[in-house]
């Protein structure tokens, strides 16, 4: 990381937050109980909040086809921001409605989908940025259950996923692996192209 | 130096999170005993939950009638509300009994129903589900599933056990040695589970606990060998040690399997699914740990010095501590 | 014979790509109910109507046809391209002729899977794309009341993967020489049925 990354690292999570704090959303409410303490629950949270795990997943194949160096600072950096944003999360009092999980399946599709070559320098920061954005839901929804203690969960569990689904797709070496890896991309891709048109028929009616 | 700071950092960390890492899983139990024409005694042993008496409350069916004065007795783990009732004409098969409170624990209570013509009926009321319905007979699928969620949970929330794994992890060196450590602490594990739900002996748990504690310890000065390139009779027959405290570690899990009152034909069924549970969680466990081994190496990985000392000062210091602690509940015999 | 035979094997898929189906149901049993129906409501969708099943499998018959790249460009531009079209239906933007626009795309895409005809990658992108939003402006928009718009938007693209990916597992056959000819005769009868739907469409 250089230090010009890291200031633009540090831009964009200025940015990204004075965005939640101006714009009104709502949060996707549904929490998970696995009877086993706060931390499991956060682990349950994320494993079965398709809004949640299918970005990370997305996130974690696209480093992975960019490099070991992509899929380490992703296992890094995605968890600590969503800790951080989680922490934001649980001390914002906010219904907010934008449709964050639609646009990181459009963007992170896309971009497996085209195989697109960012520079370090972009992946980095988008990085941190969907990290913090579905930190701070996760926070927002975590406050009426298992609160700060399921952070933690669900950073361990982001870890361990992370560290798993990028360094499977940086191990793939048949180019049609490879390929495989894109149509799944292109299929999230979709699904947030949808996701998007149902927020706006929500909007319309 | 670093080690000494790291030391300390951990035993502050452990006792941070004490009461969520030490956690042995105690059930509670309800149990319902007729005893005359619809009338039963209904005991509900709440245990102690972290020092407080449980937040959980059970709520009998509004048709229910209370004879007599309800008693209440507190013991070292438990309280015990005895209460005999009337259920009136509807009978006992549908009734519903609810748990307000128990949602936001991690505790499973049994219920048993015995009813006078000596049969019997069981099921496990977990936090997710804080209500059951009584039931004469349940399909075995029902019961198997039960028991397979107990022991997946008994062996996830057991830190204790996963440590010491991980503990057997860090000091074998190759994948048919793993194998061999893996599948004898499992075996042992499975006798005296066998062993003592089946009730052919049993352990007091405060020694047993601070015997598991040990175990722990004990791994720790062994990684730290391992990580200097020493060798020891662990390090070249780590399946022995894996035996001789998955031994103990069996014992341990029967804590969390509570079988009083079982029926009998039941009773071996419910310890395979339990043990089941416990093995597919051990799995889990271990599966996790080598594919994040993997990764570390596929995605090149190069940790700082201090972090690859992590895991075995984490093992050693955690059991150094449980053993501190539980020895002194021991001698206080708390 | 070629109708035989496309039949056999489409049998034979269905019921892998069945059984394919049937395995996220373990994964998603601690999801509640309404919302893992959603899943599977949006993973059938896509097989509800013949028009639809045709054109997809030809999409991915014609890509094994002309081989890599367009093996898999074709695939991952219908799906893209036909959310396009229910995105527009959502946003209540109105694309004319729908009905005749699929049964068009059944008769174009079983004529250059008849024909086994090569244009140039873009334009076969382009082609397929534009059929692809009249596809999505008929089907993707019917979300049953109460499940989860997501797990149906996933299931609905899934699904419409597995079709193309049914398509291509026939495709296969392509490598033999006899497998080229029933591979045309497939295109032949997509191409009819394209005639017949057409006929139903503008009557």
């Known amino acids: 990381m250089k230090r010009g990354c890291i200031q633009r690292t540090g831009a964009l999570v200025l940015g990204v937050l004075g965005v939640i704090f101006l714009l009104p959303a709502a949060a996707f409410a549904h929490l998970v109980t696995t009877g086993m303490g706060p931390v499991y629950d956060g682990i349950g949270h994320l494993l079965l909040t398709p809004e949640d795990l299918v970005p990370v997943i997305a996130l974690s194949l696209y480093c992975g086809m960019r490099g070991a160096r992509a899929g380490r600072y992703a296992m890094f950096m995605l968890p600590l921001a969503w800790l951080l944003g989680g922490l934001v999360g649980l001390n914002l009092d906010l219904d907010v409605t934008i449709p964050v999980p639609a646009l990181s399946f459009l963007l992170l599709g896309g971009l497996i989908a085209a195989d697109a070559n960012l520079p370090d320098q972009l992946i980095g920061p988008m990085t941190v940025m969907i990290g913090l954005l579905h930190g701070v839901f996760n926070g927002l ?56 048109g149902w927020y706006f028929r929500g909007q319309l009616s | 130096m670093y080690r000494l700071i790291f030391l300390f950092i951990f035993l502050f960390w452990a006792g941070l999170f004490q009461p969520a890492l030490g956690h042995e899983s105690q059930p509670g139990s309800v149990e319902l005993v007729e005893i005359g024409e619809d009338r039963y005694r209904v005991t509900w042993k709440a245990p102690i939950y972290y020092g407080k008496p449980h937040p959980a409350r059970l709520e009998l069916p509004e048709s229910w009638q209370t004879l007599g004065q309800p008693t209440e007795r507190r013991r070292a783990n438990d309280i015990v509300f005895e209460r005999v009732v009337t259920i009136g004409q509807r009978g006992l098969d549908g009734s519903i009994l609810k748990f307000p409170g128990l949602e936001t624990t991690i505790t499973d209570v049994y219920v048993r129903v015995k009813r006078a013509d000596g049969s019997q009926a069981t099921s496990v009321v977990r936090p997710t589900k804080p209500w059951t319905e009584l039931r004469g007979e349940r399909p075995w699928y029902e019961t198997s599933r039960e ?34 450590t893996i599948t004898s602490f499992t075996v042992a594990h499975s006798v005296t589970l066998g062993i003592a739900t089946l009730g052919y002996a049993q352990a007091p748990l405060p020694p047993l606990n601070a015997a598991i504690a040990l175990s722990i310890l004990f791994l720790g000065p062994e990684i730290v060998r391992v990580k200097r390139g020493q060798t020891s009779l662990t390090i070249r027959y780590p399946w022995l040690i894996a035996f001789g405290f998955g031994l103990l570690h069996g014992f341990g899990f029967a804590s969390g399997l509570s079988t009083t009152g079982m029926p009998q034909a039941e009773l071996p069924w419910a310890l395979l699914c339990f043990n089941v549970g416990v093995e597919l969680g051990q799995l889990l466990f271990v599966f996790t740990a080598l594919g994040l081994v993997w990764a570390f190496r596929t995605l090149q990985v190069h940790w700082p010095r201090w972090v690859l000392w992590l895991p075995g000062y984490t093992v050693g210091s955690l059991g150094a501590y449980w053993t501190i602690q539980r020895t002194v509940m021991l001698i206080r015999g708390f | 014979m070629a109708e035989k035979w496309t039949g056999a094997n489409l049998g034979f898929n269905i019921s892998i790509a069945t059984a394919l189906l049937l395995l996220p149901s373990l994964a998603w049993a601690h999801v509640e109910q309404g919302q893992a129906a959603g ?71 079983g004529l250059m899977v008849l024909c086994e005809a090569r244009p140039k990658l873009p334009i076969s992108v382009m082609l397929v794309g534009f059929f692809a939003i009249f596809h999505g402006h008929a089907h993707g928009t019917e979300l049953p009341p109460g499940q989860s718009g997501l797990l149906y938007s996933m299931g609905f693209v899934i699904g419409t993967g597995l079709l193309h990916g049914v398509g291509i597992l026939i495709g296969l056959l392509h490598r033999f020489s006899f497998g080229r000819i029933v591979l045309r005769g497939a295109g032949a009868f997509i191409l009819g049925m394209g005639c017949f739907f057409f006929w139903q469409a503008v009557t």
Not at chain 2, 147 to 176: A, E, T
Not at chain 3, 68 to 75: E, G, I, K, N, R
Request: net charge positive; hydrophobic share 65%.
């Open chain 3, 39 to 109: 899943f599977f409501t949006g993973m059938e969708h896509p097989w509800s109507g013949l028009d639809h099943i045709l054109a997809m499998i030809a999409v991915g018959l014609w890509g094994a046809q002309l081989g890599s790249p367009a093996l898999w460009v074709l695939p991952i531009a219908f799906p893209m391209m036909m959310t396009v079209g229910a995105m527009m239906g959502l946003m209540g933007i109105p694309v004319p002729g729908v009905e005749v626009g699929i049964a068009l795309s059944a008769v174009l895409l």
């Open chain 2, 147 to 180: 028991y397979l969620f107990l022991g997946f949970h008994h062996i996830l929330l057991g830190i204790d056990h996963l440590l010491f794994v991980l503990g057997l992890l860090l000091i074998v060196k190759n994948r048919v040695m793993l194998i061999k």
């Open chain 1, 141 to 196: 929804v975590l406050k009426s259950g298992p609160g700060g203690p399921a952070l933690l969960g669900i950073m361990g569990a982001l870890f361990v996923l992370v560290a798993l689904m990028s360094a499977f797709v940086v191990s793939l070496e048949r180019p049609w692996t490879r390929i495989v890896v894109r149509v799944m991309g292109s299929w999230v891709a979709a699904s947030g192209m949808l996701m998007i």
